[in-house]
């Protein structure tokens, strides 16, 4: 069954490339029932920023021209681009990796467009382009790409085409390339399992889109899970949320208090007989004192990786989970393993997409915002703005409305 089989184990296009020669749109006045001018030139728009700071401020629109592709150029236009919160960091200036500003694009300042992921669809090709037609379905090799935009020049080499698309939605695609890889391969490559129903990973953030996805992959590959979420000061809505996690595949779901309480230990001794189903891995996204105490029910030996650090404070560990619980501690960054393993994350992409076209991976809750030729920047730049904000209904998503003809 390919569910359960583990698998193994900021690149820029050259300004050189022919397929990245724009032109202002002054020069070709501009149809807006139309985005491919009699000229053979594809009109698009970014979302563009030329200094750090809060999306609200500093993102602006632009538009441009996109010349027709040669060579192993590809153009794609895209369908569906998530907001995740790395992406509203890095546009914050307070993100590890900063994509490259300059004006290839034909802006009046050095600018980066923002967004990591997201799907495109292939509307021309380049005469060298052997992998690729019109009609395909791609997404991002790399991070640093810049998807929020209507259309992308970009080169072949640039791109993972999705073999297979039949059954799946812009929507499911364009959303597997960061959380649903990441709780992938943070349960594959940070524990050994038997995969015999009798062993267990604890998880922070579990109604996140990492937690959903490491919830389902966890059931089909007969891991169990205890799954810790933000207490709700409605607890019919915390009830609801508790079912729905259940609903997904999850086998126990807490919230941070009752983590923290005193009978908690009895309670996960109780589910984890008596500590002889193990408790493999850690999955922490919150850090502070809410993983120090998600750390503490890890069997003797394992692995805690941390994600990310919602709280904003460090992990104070004591030092008995070190010296006589003998526990690891690292960290996962997506970004990197996937600019580092771009075959990998093709295997891990096909892998979970295969288990939603089989109606086995569910869909993320989202926000969606509809992107058209008319949209105003406001309304997109609120969109990224609000994507780090509270409780939240989905994740936020740029969805296009089909502009060329």
């Given at each position: 069954m390919t569910a359960l089989r583990p698998l193994a184990g900021g690149l820029r296009v050259s300004a050189a490339s022919p397929a990245l020669r724009?032109?202002?749109?002054?020069?070709?006045?501009?149809?807006?029932r139309r985005t491919i001018t009699s000229?053979?030139?594809?009109?698009?728009?970014?979302?563009?920023?030329?200094?750090?700071?809060?999306?609200k401020d500093v993102l602006s629109v632009h538009g441009h021209s996109i010349s027709p592709p040669s060579g192993s150029g590809v153009v794609v236009r895209m369908l569906t681009c998530p907001i995740n919160p790395a992406d509203v960091n890095q546009i914050q200036g307070v993100y590890p990796s900063k994509p490259e500003m300059n004006?290839?694009?034909?802006?009046?300042?050095?600018?980066?467009?923002?967004?990591?992921?997201?799907?495109?669809?292939?509307?021309?090709?380049?005469s060298s382009v052997k992998g690729l037609q019109k009609g395909d379905w791609v997404v991002m090799k790399y991070t640093g790409m810049g998807t929020w935009r209507t259309h992308m020049a970009v080169d072949e080499s640039q791109l993972h085409k999705i073999e297979d698309k039949t059954g799946l939605s812009p929507l499911q695609v364009g959303t597997v390339s960061v959380n649903p890889c990441t709780?992938?391969?943070?349960?594959?490559?940070?524990?050994?399992?038997?995969?015999?129903?009798?062993?267990?990973?604890?998880?922070?953030?579990?109604?996140?889109?990492?937690g959903r996805a490491a919830i389902q992959l966890g059931r089909e590959w007969g891991i169990k899970s205890i799954n810790v979420i933000r207490g709700r000061e409605d607890k019919t809505e915390e009830q609801k949320l508790k079912d729905e996690l259940y609903g997904l595949g999850a086998t126990q779901v807490i919230t941070e208090e009752e983590l923290q309480g005193k009978g908690m230990k009895d309670q996960i001794k109780e589910w984890t007989r008596g500590g002889r189903e193990e408790v493999k891995v850690g999955l922490n996204c919150v850090g502070g004192k809410p993983g120090v105490a998600l750390a503490k029910f890890l069997s003797p030996g394992t692995t805690m990786v941390t994600y990310g650090a919602m709280s904003k404070q460090p992990l104070a560990l004591p030092a008995s989970m070190l010296i006589f619980k003998e526990l690891k501690f690292t960290g996962f960054w997506v970004s990197r393993w996937s600019d580092n393993h771009p075959?990998?994350?093709?295997?891990?992409?096909d892998d979970i997409l295969q288990l939603t076209r089989n109606g086995k991976f569910k869909d993320i809750p989202v926000e969606e915002c509809s992107w058209g030729w008319d949209t105003e920047v406001s309304t997109l730049s609120a969109a990224v703005q609000g994507t780090l904000g509270g409780f939240r209904a989905g994740k936020g998503v740029f969805t296009f409305e089909k502009l060329d003809v």
């Open positions: 724009h032109r202002s749109l002054a020069t070709f006045p501009l149809d807006r000229y053979g030139y594809t009109q698009a728009k970014s979302l563009v920023y030329s200094k750090y700071g809060e999306p004006t290839l694009l034909g802006t009046t300042e050095p600018a980066a467009v923002g967004g990591n992921e997201g799907v495109g669809e292939v509307m021309s090709v380049g709780a992938y391969r943070m349960l594959l490559d940070f524990a050994t399992w038997g995969f015999r129903g009798d062993e267990w990973f604890i998880q922070n953030g579990a109604n996140s889109g990492v075959d990998l994350k093709k295997q891990t992409v």
